[in-house]
């Protein structure tokens, strides 16, 4: 006689859903993050098999340490001046983003997205990559754009969507574009832009140029089809570029674990497809510098892509209309095990003398200013609804040219 | 000058653009060394080599994804989806991405792609090699959707759209690939060869979009069509005994309204026929237009003959399909000669 599920004595079948392992009101929990000491992943040739790194992908490339010296075989050993820029650029990236959100809690434009807490993510591989690089952006890279020079005022420009906004009023604020910075316009789609770079890469590597594309998305996204589609086309194609995925824990509410995180590492997934993959401390700016540019320089030497997980935390809201306060407790970002990656470049350069906290006052007091000076010249022009393109403009760029519908349409509406 | 069918023609067009522009360049699957499943990119690896066309994997968000990044680099890619109906994965990326991008970015940034995909029935593909989608692109805006109906315009359309630098959507009726099929199904199939629209030239030329074609000249009633509908429409007037104007799209955005408007205001009576499903299809905007631009000059109900409001069945393809008898019973009631 066949046995029923029930004579069987099994346990019926149940579902999981994945719980954060602290919600407001309960103990911040960062038990399970052990990070390993700075210095102790090994650093490979960049002409080293894929398949014999896979390592890499479930520890923590790391080089400052506790005493807050480079140490290890991914140090980079950068010349003081690169890292006093990075801190210069990480912390005006700070002072803009404090600016633009108290712009938008005063009504002067409807929305604001921060990096806080990863700045090193974008500000070390803007400088770690040449300036020729194409960034397929997500839209919390914004000390990636800062890096390359792009005018603070510009930016400003676009978030108030005013008459000199370089996207004529067309897009939500932070979605910046500018091409001939390398910077590819932010689509505010999820994920969309990770194979695009891969298509970029492709179009350099069959031109035979030099210049390589670095993608970004978040893990929250790696749960899209476009995650696997960029990791299929980059290992087929064999693609130069770099495609970093910011772990920074939250996607709006939800915890990494929506996006399988608590099963493996993100940057495991790239062992599947056969390509290079880094898990990277990434509020340790000489680790993210160190790993953009073995990355590069593999793509470069026509080695393929690299999957970087940049292991980070999102220490402000994720945009000015969620309160984290109500998804996880209020004091996390506190006690994030991998600190702060200003505080630590900060405390790099003071260890070696290169810096101190006065310079860093200053510092700091200077940001301010530029921001503000920016500001300024910005809502000079006009912030959201005192300023705008002319209405015409919004039956422009539909197509390169308007056919006979949008110019009927136009005179509808009367510009 | 050389009589080929549409398969040819399309060949021809990118076979002449991979000549004329080192940034043109061809992918999608098995399009490469196999040439495509219906042989349109055959020869092309073997003579323009590996890196300008070339299979892609299985993945047609990929596709379409991958394009736009070339797109943005300065290349003018011309992808393949092996069939309409398996368009859907790379849906996303064409509308909130490839249409978006001149707009988005106020035009620093553009996708001057060429999506070239085999539409339509006849062949008795089912529900997964039948289908006619191109509503759901007519209705977004920064896309083109061109649709051919013989080698000739194939050709000339499909360099305008290579050439063009906005992305465009190019639907190849895959009936009308061997030879022209004017919907009587049981009859032979005859080649191409033996009408005029097959002679193609060699060399480069184009045919521009947004101009509509006059496929049959007549002063009773209009007829729009696109694709294999054009030929069933002539049929169709011949088996309805109607002096009927067809009218070939040839593209249906951008859309060449005053050949529709001036047409219709002649004859005042308009049938509208497509092998799409009923429901939103692009019928119902061309019946609007014809509406907004030619009320006073009707004489009839404008009449719709469309696929159904089901999914394309296997083994009613001939019930489905809206073939000439359907298509002339409609001309009839329009002139009132039910």
């Known amino acids: 006689m066949e046995l029923t599920p029930d004579m069987r004595n099994e346990p019926t079948l149940s579902l999981r859903v994945p719980v ?106 803007a400088l770690a990559v040449d300036a020729g690089d194409m960034c397929f952006p997500t839209y919390r890279q914004q000390a990636f754009l800062i890096a390359r020079g792009y005018p603070l005022v510009q930016m400003m420009n676009q978030i108030y969507s005013n008459a000199d906004d370089p996207c004529k009023g067309r897009q939500l604020p932070v979605m910046y574009t500018s091409k001939k910075d390398g910077w590819f316009t932010i689509s505010g789609n999820l994920g969309t832009q990770f194979p695009q770079a891969v298509g970029w890469a492709m179009a350099s590597a069959y031109k035979g140029d030099h210049r390589i594309a670095v993608g970004y998305i978040g893990e929250g996204s790696t749960a899209e089809g476009d995650f696997h589609a960029a990791l299929t086309f980059a290992s087929v194609y064999r693609a130069p570029v770099i495609l970093n995925v910011v772990n920074n824990q939250w996607a709006i509410s939800s915890f990494q674990g929506f996006a399988a995180g608590e099963s493996a590492t993100f940057a495991a997934r790239g062992i599947g497809y056969g390509v290079a993959a880094l898990r990277v401390d990434g509020n340790d700016f000489l680790a993210v510098y160190a790993a953009t540019k073995w990355a590069a320089e593999r793509a470069r030497a026509n080695l393929g892509p690299t999957l970087i997980e940049m292991f980070t935390y999102r220490a402000a809201a994720h945009s000015t209309s969620d ?45 301010v200013e530029a921001v503000r000076a920016a500001a300024k010249e910005s809502e000079a022009v006009g912030t959201l609804g005192q300023s705008r393109p002319s209405a015409k403009t919004m039956f422009e760029d539909v197509y390169k040219e308007p056919d006979w519908r949008l110019r009927r349409q136009r005179q509808e509406v009367g510009v | 000058m050389p009589a080929m069918n549409m398969i040819q023609a399309l060949n021809s067009a990118m076979d002449v653009m991979l000549t004329k522009d080192p940034d043109v360049l061809v992918f999608g699957e098995d399009v490469g060394y196999f040439g495509g499943v219906f042989r349109v990119t055959e020869g092309l690896q073997k003579k ?260 159904w409001d089901t999914p394309y069945p296997h083994a009613f393809e001939w019930e489905y399909f809206p073939g000439p008898k359907r298509v002339a019973a409609a001309m009839r009631r329009a002139m009132g000669r039910n």
């Open chain 1, 20 to 125: 954060p392992r602290a919600r407001p009101g309960d103990p911040v929990d960062f038990s399970h993050i052990k990070p390993p000491p700075a210095g102790a992943a090994p650093r490979p040739d960049i002409r080293e098999e894929p398949g014999a790194m896979r390592d890499l992908a479930f520890t923590l490339v790391r080089v400052l340490n506790e005493e807050h010296e480079a140490v290890g075989p991914w140090d980079p050993k950068l010349d003081p001046a690169v890292l006093r820029r990075g801190l210069e650029i990480m912390t005006l990236t700070r002072a803009y983003d404090d600016r633009m959100m108290r712009m938008q809690r005063q009504g002067k434009t409807s929305f604001y997205m921060k990096c806080t807490g990863e700045e090193a993510v974008a500000t070390a591989a």
């Open chain 1, 323 to 367: 309160d984290p306060s109500r998804y996880r407790p209020a004091e996390e970002p506190q006690h994030w095990p991998l600190g702060d990656p200003i505080e630590r470049l900060k405390q790099h350069l003071i260890a070696s003398g290169e810096w101190s906290d006065a310079k860093q006052k200053t510092l700091e007091k200077e940001a």
């Open chain 2, 48 to 307: 323009h080599g590996l890196t300008r066309c070339f299979d892609a994997p299985i993945a047609e968000g990929g596709i379409v994804a991958a394009a736009i990044g070339m797109g943005a680099y300065g290349l003018r890619p011309v992808i393949e989806i092996q069939f309409a109906d398996y368009i859907y994965p790379g849906y996303d990326q064409l509308v909130s991405e490839a249409a978006r991008l001149r707009y988005r970015s106020a035009g620093d940034f553009t996708a001057p792609i060429t999506l070239r995909t085999p539409y339509g029935g006849g062949i008795f593909g089912g529900q997964t090699h039948s289908q006619s989608p191109e509503a759901i692109f007519t209705h977004v805006a920064g896309l083109k959707t061109v649709i051919p109906s013989n080698p000739y315009d194939a050709k000339g359309l499909l360099i305008s759209a290579i050439e063009d630098d906005d992305p465009v959507i190019f639907f190849e009726p895959k009936r009308l690939y061997n030879g022209p099929f004017d919907g009587w199904h049981e009859k032979p199939v005859e080649p191409w060869s033996k009408y005029d629209l097959s002679d193609v030239p060699d060399g480069h030329y184009s045919v521009p979009l947004g101009k509509a074609a006059i496929a049959r000249a007549g002063d009773e009633l209009t007829v729009l069509a696109y694709g294999t509908m054009v030929h069933v429409a002539i049929a169709a007037a011949a088996h309805a005994e109607v002096d009927a104007e067809v009218i070939d799209l040839r593209s249906l955005v951008p859309l060449d309204i005053e050949t529709i408007t001036e047409s219709v205001n002649r004859t005042g009576r308009c049938v509208v026929v497509h092998e799409a499903t009923r429901t939103s299809g692009f019928g119902a905007e061309l019946v609007a237009l014809v509406q907004e631009h030619c009320f006073y000059r009707l004489e009839a109900p404008i009449e719709r003959v469309t696929g």
